[in-house]
């Protein structure tokens, strides 16, 4: 499954009203330390643009010692330029501000484009070679009520029935931490092997 990286950062008054005003992005990226690279970006043109005093503390409590003229030799690698900007929304959230930012793993296509694309799929364990996908003329007619479905006899006989409605397919999420959906209370991979 390929997969993309959503990012959206902001800052702001408690007081705005409007708040999609002052979020930026959502922003998409193919690598995480991509998105990492432009929040970083974002930060450290922050800190250097009034608040040094900010960059001064985080390098003192790492205890180092801080350099106004190199204040960001100490960032190496996307480790720490994500742990710079958690330090930094963590500094401006405050009584009277907002800051905040995510990066999160979005699936490129949905699920029921990759089922459509599919040669083989898992359900709960179960690998299944052979399943029936409702055809474009059947979605046409509108006459189906299944839009998938599978059946499977494991070694131990017993026998896995599995159906998913339109609506089914079209509510599926995808969890990017076990790179698999869930839909229906299953979780389900596809494969493509040919």
Known sequence: ????????????????????????GPQLFTYKNTAIERLYDYVKDRLTDGLEVVMKEYV??????????????????????LELCEYFFDFMECDDMHAGFSITELPRSTFQEELNNADAIEIDGNFIRYFNVATPEDLADGDFEIYFDAQIVDNEFNNYKYDFSLENVKNATYDCGRKLWLIKGNEVKLFNIS
Not at 1 to 24: P, R
Not at 60 to 81: R, S
């Open 1 to 24: 499954m390929d997969t993309v990286f959503s990012l959206f950062y902001y800052e702001c008054s408690k007081q705005a009203t409007d708040l999609n005003k002052v979020i930026i």
């Open 60 to 81: 003192e409590d790492h205890q180092l010692k801080y350099d106004p003229l190199t204040p960001f030799d100490y960032i190496e690698n996307h480790v720490d330029m």
